[in-house]
């Protein structure tokens, strides 16, 4: 109890994570969760693992051949682990069980769920979790009636659910080697996936602030400047993808206009964390795979099932430049003023974020040097295993064992947030007594 005491929040939060990739490994590397029967390996475990808590979808085997049934069940149950936070869980069971939540167990959520304020979070915790389920119980059963024609009942009911759990948590696992391809053009299947991966990479606090406000103008500033942010990156993907391929032809080259248009739409929106795809991703044009990774590194919203830098976080980062050439000493936006310890904050993010990607590339570019790789290919697999995404060029299968642990530790970083790294590893320091001189240096 003394040394869990002394632990802070996001250290423990960190530990809790390790020791259920550990568990979750180790679950993967029997045979019985193997098709074959024969152990895949504790490294390709350990990576299919992290990959599903961390709600990233990189595999370096096709979840739905390899996998048998035990061993996508267990990939499913890490991925709602993951994408809810294992806190979720061990504050329901404890509320179930008529427990009293302490103070500790408050802060634990509180860093969990990224929530700005302490009150009121048992209850969201909760929310929370009804909130999941019914969407994901909503989409399962639409899903199963799509599905229903092609694979009878009970196969449609598994891959409905399984897929539910993968789009809402982010997570970006598909029962089909070629992801979702084979529906590039159904609108069921890419309006329900979408849905739930866009929802569920909004945030919960937005959620529930949407639901309980339900205007526009009683929405707070954190909710108004995700969703702004949402859209504004969801059109820019759609639009650029659409005017990008429809000159490539072979992505678009064999496709109606319909199809066309629901693949640039999918292809848009899915790098906001979730790493389905409806089209080969190899196969883009360079200037849409680096777009991609731009809208990988930005990601989702705070307090989602997605990761990246967070929609807020650049929205700060674009308001601070655009205060600066304009002359202004403060930083404002919907009336409202950002505080300099948000800013400083949301610096601090995105600095740490690309210091993690590049050093996650340059590592990749010397294991990886073998296959000689197309330098955008290894920074596109670095970027999409930061921004828990999924996506990939075709790179993830041939990693050699040390770059499997470059991109292990690199899902891991971003799934818990590099501020929350360096919180929970750095030492926490006193603040001065002393206050040194001001003094100006050159920038720029």
Same mark, same amino acid.
């Given at each position: 109890?003394?040394?869990?005491?002394?632990?802070?929040?996001?250290?423990? !939060?960190?530990? &809790?994570?390790?020791?259920?990739?550990?568990?979750?490994?180790?679950?993967?590397?029997?045979?019985?969760?193997?098709?074959?029967?024969?152990?895949?390996?504790? #490294?390709?475990?350990?990576?299919?693992?992290?990959?599903?808590?961390?709600?990233?979808?990189?595999?370096?085997?096709?979840?739905?051949?390899?996998?048998?049934?035990?061993?996508?069940?267990?990939?499913?149950?890490?991925?709602?682990?993951?994408?809810?936070?294992?806190?979720?869980?061990?504050?329901?069971?404890?509320?179930?069980?008529?427990?009293?939540?302490?103070? %500790?167990?408050?802060?634990?959520?509180?860093?969990?769920?990224?929530?700005?304020?302490?009150?009121?979070?048992?209850?969201?915790?909760?929310?929370?979790?009804?909130?999941?389920?019914?969407?994901?119980?909503?989409?399962? #059963?639409?899903?199963?009636?799509?599905?229903?024609?092609?694979?009878?009942?009970? %196969?449609?009911?598994?891959?409905?659910?399984?897929?539910?759990?993968?789009?809402?948590?982010?997570?970006?696992?598909?029962?089909?080697?070629?992801?979702?391809?084979?529906?590039?053009?159904?609108?069921?299947?890419?309006?329900?996936?979408?849905? $739930?991966?866009?929802?569920?990479?909004? &945030?919960?606090?937005?959620?529930?602030?949407?639901?309980?406000?339900?205007?526009?103008?009683?929405?707070?500033?954190?909710?108004?400047?995700?969703?702004?942010?949402?859209? !504004?990156?969801?059109?820019?993907?759609?639009?650029?993808?659409?005017?990008?391929?429809?000159?490539?032809?072979?992505?678009?080259?064999?496709?109606?206009?319909?199809?066309?248009?629901?693949?640039?739409?999918?292809?848009?929106?899915?790098?906001?964390?979730?790493?389905?795809?409806?089209?080969?991703?190899?196969?883009?044009?360079?200037?849409?795979?680096?777009?991609?990774?731009?809208?990988?590194?930005?990601?989702?919203?705070?307090?989602?099932? &997605?990761?990246?830098?967070?929609?807020?976080?650049?929205?700060?980062?674009?308001?601070?430049?655009?205060?600066?050439?304009?002359?202004?000493?403060?930083?404002?936006?919907?009336?409202?003023?950002?505080?300099?310890?948000?800013?400083?904050?949301?610096?601090?993010?995105?600095?740490?974020?690309? &210091?993690?990607?590049?050093?996650?590339?340059?590592?990749?570019?010397?294991?990886?040097?073998?296959?000689?790789?197309?330098?955008?290919?290894?920074?596109?697999?670095?970027?999409?295993?930061?921004?828990?995404?999924?996506?990939?060029?075709?790179?993830?299968?041939?990693?050699?064992?040390?770059?499997?642990?470059?991109?292990?530790?690199?899902?891991?970083?971003?799934? $818990?947030?590099?501020?929350?790294?360096?919180?929970?590893?750095?030492?926490?320091?006193?603040?001065?007594?002393?206050?040194?001189?001001?003094?100006?240096?050159?920038?720029?």
């Amino acid at each position: 109890m003394a040394l869990t005491k002394k632990i802070n929040p996001p250290l423990f !939060i960190i530990l &809790g994570f390790v020791i259920i990739i550990l568990i979750g490994g180790l679950l993967l590397a029997l045979p019985i969760a193997s098709s074959s029967g024969e152990s895949l390996g504790l #490294l390709n475990s350990l990576f299919t693992a992290t990959s599903a808590l961390c709600v990233t979808g990189l595999v370096v085997f096709d979840t739905g051949t390899v996998y048998s049934l035990f061993g996508q069940v267990v990939i499913m149950i890490l991925i709602q682990l993951g994408g809810l936070g294992f806190m979720t869980f061990g504050v329901t069971t404890a509320v179930l069980l008529g427990k009293k939540i302490g103070l %500790k167990e408050r802060l634990l959520i509180q860093e969990s769920i990224h929530s700005m304020t302490s009150s009121g979070l048992v209850r969201l915790t909760l929310n929370i979790l009804l909130i999941t389920l019914l969407f994901e119980l909503i989409a399962t #059963l639409v899903l199963t009636f799509r599905w229903y024609g092609e694979m009878g009942l009970l %196969k449609a009911l598994y891959y409905g659910l399984f897929h539910s759990v993968s789009s809402f948590n982010n997570a970006g696992f598909a029962l089909w080697p070629d992801s979702l391809s084979r529906y590039v053009g159904d609108p069921i299947i890419n309006l329900v996936i979408s849905s $739930l991966f866009i929802i569920g990479g909004i &945030g919960f606090i937005v959620i529930m602030d949407l639901y309980q406000k339900k205007n526009w103008n009683r929405l707070s500033l954190n909710s108004k400047v995700a969703l702004i942010t949402t859209a !504004i990156l969801c059109v820019a993907g759609f639009i650029f993808i659409l005017m990008m391929e429809s000159i490539n032809p072979k992505t678009f080259g064999e496709l109606s206009l319909g199809e066309r248009l629901w693949a640039a739409y999918f292809q848009g929106v899915v790098p906001r964390t979730a790493g389905f795809n409806t089209i080969d991703i190899s196969q883009m044009m360079a200037a849409s795979q680096l777009f991609i990774i731009f809208l990988m590194f930005v990601g989702a919203s705070s307090g989602s099932t &997605g990761g990246g830098i967070k929609t807020t976080t650049f929205a700060i980062l674009i308001l601070s430049l655009s205060s600066i050439i304009r002359g202004r000493s403060e930083v404002s936006i919907l009336k409202r003023t950002v505080g300099t310890d948000m800013i400083l904050r949301a610096l601090a993010v995105i600095i740490i974020s690309l &210091g993690v990607v590049m050093t996650s590339t340059l590592l990749l570019t010397i294991t990886e040097h073998s296959l000689q790789r197309d330098f955008l290919e290894v920074l596109f697999e670095a970027t999409s295993a930061f921004g828990t995404v999924g996506l990939s060029m075709g790179l993830t299968g041939d990693l050699s064992p040390l770059g499997k642990l470059i991109i292990i530790v690199t899902m891991f970083i971003g799934r $818990l947030g590099p501020l929350t790294m360096a919180y929970a590893l750095a030492q926490r320091s006193l603040k001065p007594n002393i206050r040194y001189a001001e003094e100006k240096v050159l920038i720029g």
